[in-house]
């Protein structure tokens, strides 16, 4: 993304105040408090448990945690006493809140994700959008999770020639994201040792791209995640080998060529590919970068502004910075130690960077940065 004004999160502890925006207020402000029990109404929990701990408070208990990340339940708990009139000044123990957070489950902090994600950046915007289409990147990241027998067993992790762990198990994160605010479209969550992996979760959500341009690293090029993009209605812009697609069938007018792309094994011939338009260009005379797009007329659609534009696809790079790094504390293993718990507070990470970004842009809109400088460019001081 071309240089621009900086809209940057103060680091300071939380209880301090990561600004006048970012406060508990934070929660209820985005997650409305009608919007948690339509959740709760949808997953069949609305006023089923009793308070002081009821699945409305620990909805936003756990998004307070992942908020407040440095702090203990009791410290969460204290400052959420009488924040949302379900809670007088007896906070109960960790025991409890540990029981509730297991009864309240993770589906319910996924429905609060899927209520609020969506892209944010206005037209005005314009390094959000190229010639007319919004402008998101698919990539996918890896969360340390606390040791033992059932993480293991759920999520796996890395190992070595032996077969024996290395580090912690890992949950494995795919996200849509819009480049240029950095807000999450979409998410799906899975283990390291899942089937299919990045690319198999990147396809379930084809259908929240459509009318965009979505960028792609070259772990993702595939015939069935193409055809479910393309039939979604988004167009596609895929770093891949260069021993893909590596046979012109028609060389256009820019040097740029049309091929067939198929399954593993097919003919070229074969009716199941997809046809897919090659770009290959060099930076600095030294590797050979070769894109892959749907976008097959060289005028309507040039070379050059299309590899220009695969460089956007690092923004999701720093969007996970953001919430590995500042918002989820450098290095921090997750707390909740079982599966279920695991999803929870991923879910709970997932809802809350999408609401802090929403402030970086009400931020730049108060600055009038938007007005003075349409190539914003959100970031995090370290």
Partial sequence: MTAGVLVRWPDMHPWVGLSDEVRLGLLTEWIVPELVDEVLTACGRRGAEPRPLSSRFMVYFV?????????????????????????????????????????????????????????????ILKAAFWRGMRVAAVDGFLLDVPENDTTRAAFGGQVDSAGRPVGFPQARVVT???????????????????????????????????????????????????????????????????????????????????????????????????????????VDGGETIRLLTDLLDPQAWPAGELAALYHERWEVESAYRQLKTFQRGRAEVLRSVSPELVRQKIWAHLALHHCLNRIIMRLAGTRRVLEKDITLTPAILQ
């Fill in 63 to 123: 998004l307070a945690t992942a908020l407040f990340q440095q702090d203990s339940y009791d410290d969460v708990a204290e400052n959420l006493v009488g924040a949302l009139g379900e809670m007088d000044q007896s906070v109960p123990n960790k025991s409890s809140f540990t029981r509730a957070r297991q009864q309240l489950g993770a589906a319910l902090l996924e429905g609060v994700f899927r209520r609020i994600a969506g892209a944010i950046a206005p037209p």
């Fill in 176 to 282: 849509l994201t819009e480049t240029g605010t950095h807000a999450t479209i979409d998410a799906r969550t899975g283990s390291f040792k899942g089937g299919g992996g990045e690319p198999a979760m990147a396809t379930e959500m084809a259908g929240g791209a459509a009318g965009m341009l979505v960028i792609m690293d070259r772990a993702f090029p595939g015939v069935a995640l193409w055809k479910a993009y393309t039939q979604a209605g988004a167009h596609l812009l895929i770093r891949a080998r260069t021993f893909l697609a590596a046979k012109p069938r028609e060389v256009l007018t820019d040097g740029t060529y049309l091929t067939r792309m198929n399954l593993a094994g097919q003919r070229r011939s074969h009716p199941g590919g997809v046809t897919v338009r090659v770009i290959d260009y060099q």
